[in-house]
């Protein structure tokens, strides 16, 4: 079972703003990584650390964190941004193995 | 620019061994981990295992006793064998690249998927 939970499906205006939120115990020790992903498509890493983004990434996309919850905020969402997005990091034993939340679909009216 | 480039049967019946292969173009293999993820058809994405240029391996708890992982450094490739496969291992298998650092000033470690290949659908029926 997942060990990094997100809320199953959040709505925001066009234009407007949308915070996707990641909880888990393994958040107070390591930064989450995000994945956007649109259907048929491989995810693509959106942001990654503190809240860097990889070349190619608006910076409408930031991320924050805070105790055990890690944050990806959409300033201004696009209808392009409409798509599932997920969380990463690692686990809470100590061995480092990966895990990924459950996803958040994100629909953009 | 770096690109991943993935291979393998896409379907297998039911206690067959899934294999799938990713090799790396344009940049270099040393000084990663490399990793296989796999997403259910309508599900989200579970991370199956990873490995770096000398072999070394961390695998999912839930999928270790069927999971190997390997590398061939001579051509920049690394597989996925998954044993005894069932209706459940039906997903599609991605290959990735591993980046990981830290923060400067907490010294919070962190890690992120930044290459992906294009994945493979590999469907288990009889």
């Known amino acids: 079972s997942s060990e990094l939970t997100q809320d199953p499906a959040v709505s925001v205006a066009l234009g407007q703003t949308v915070r996707i939120t990641c909880q888990g115990d393994s958040l107070r020790i390591y930064y989450a990584s995000w994945y956007q992903q649109k259907p048929g498509q491989a995810p693509v890493l959106v942001i990654y650390g503190k809240n860097s983004r990889p070349s190619g990434i608006p910076d409408r996309f930031s991320g924050s964190s805070s105790g055990n919850t890690a944050s990806l905020t959409i300033t201004g969402a696009q209808a392009e941004d409409e798509a599932e997005y997920y969380c990463?990091?690692?686990?809470?034993?100590?061995?480092?193995?990966?895990?990924f939340g459950t996803g958040t679909k994100v629909t953009v009216l | 620019q770096v690109q991943l480039q993935q291979w393998g049967a896409g379907l297998l019946k039911p206690s067959e061994t899934l294999s799938l292969t990713c090799a790396v173009y344009g940049g270099s293999f040393s000084g990663y981990y490399w990793s296989w993820i796999r997403q259910p058809p309508g599900k989200g994405l579970e991370w199956i295992g990873e490995?770096?240029?000398?072999?070394?391996?961390n695998y999912n708890p839930s999928l270790k006793s069927r999971v190997t992982i390997s590398v061939d450094t001579s051509k920049n490739q690394f597989s996925l064998k998954l044993s005894s496969v069932t209706a459940a291992d039906t997903a599609v298998y991605y290959c990735a690249r591993i980046g990981k650092g830290s923060d400067f000033w907490s010294g919070t470690i962190y890690w992120y998927f930044d290459l992906w290949g294009r994945g493979t659908l590999v469907t288990v029926s009889s």
């Open positions: 990463n990091s690692r686990d809470s034993s100590g061995n480092h193995l990966g895990v």
């Open positions: 490995i770096n240029h000398s072999g070394s391996t």
